[in-house]
């Protein structure tokens, strides 16, 4: 298996433009996270989907940022509009489920440059 | 929720065993204990995962004391490549999944 594959690898876009990142989770992975990692925030869960089900959002930042998974083999994080400090590395990772006995697959991550 | 504390930094020699300490005061019946690694410009990977006593599989040992207040990450004689962030998390049954905190973590510097 390929892994946990993230697109684009680098994104570099101006304030105030439409940002995309996507991510194809590992086949017969049913729970599939987004992250975030900052130098000053560490590592943070922003949303988590079951079965292509948004669970839990709470960790997304503020409306301008949403999430969705059309089916089992995608999902998308888009921030309209970026700011400069929406700058970090993003995180998608994938689990057989949500049970805490389920280690999580990162992918390689996307780094976001908001100028 | 199980918040954990551990050293912000370690450094080692190649060919040592390195034991990273994490406390869990607040751990609930039903948690795990788990622990990544994170190289840098990568994402975390999973390496050991234990309940109580000791867990060990090819990379990695685990050990848990009866009171479950804390584990120790043990990794045998190191190398240059074990250099990382490790990071130590409590994982929530399934019913509290969304509250997953990674923390700082510990930066493991090997030296030749």
């Known amino acids: 298996d390929a892994g946990v594959i993230q697109s684009p690898r680098h994104e570099v876009t101006e304030m105030g433009q439409e940002v995309t990142l996507r991510c194809k989770p590992i086949?017969?992975?049913?729970?599939l996270f987004w992250y975030r990692q900052t130098m000053m925030r560490g590592l943070e869960l922003l949303i988590y989907?079951?079965?292509?089900?948004?669970?839990?959002d709470s960790g997304m930042p503020e409306d301008r940022f949403s999430a969705k998974m059309p089916n089992a083999s995608f999902s998308t994080l888009k921030i309209q509009p970026s700011e400069p400090r929406d700058s970090a590395v993003y995180f998608c990772?994938?689990?057989?489920?949500?049970?805490?006995?389920?280690?999580?697959?990162f992918g390689p991550g996307t780094r976001l440059t908001v100028l | 929720l199980a918040k954990t504390t551990q050293p912000i930094s370690m450094d080692s020699y190649e060919g040592q065993e390195v034991n990273i300490t994490c406390s869990h005061n607040?751990?609930?019946?039903?948690?795990?204990i788990t622990w990544y690694q994170q190289f840098p410009s990568q994402g975390p990977r999973f390496i050991i995962q234990?309940?109580?006593t000791k867990v060990t599989n090819e990379v990695a040992s685990l050990f848990i004391p009866a009171d479950r207040k804390s584990s120790t990450l043990s990794l045998p004689r190191v190398s240059l490549s074990d250099t990382a962030v490790y990071y130590c998390?409590?994982?929530?049954?399934?019913?509290?999944?969304?509250?997953?905190?990674f923390g700082a973590g510990t930066r493991l510097a090997v030296h030749p």
């Open positions: 990772a994938s689990s057989l489920g949500l049970a805490a006995i389920n280690e999580q697959f």
């Open positions: 086949s017969g992975h049913n729970s």
């Open positions: 989907f079951n079965n292509n089900v948004p669970i839990d």
């Open positions: 607040n751990i609930a019946t039903n948690d795990y």
């Open positions: 234990g309940y109580k």
């Open positions: 998390l409590v994982d929530p049954s399934a019913g509290g999944y969304n509250k997953l905190i």
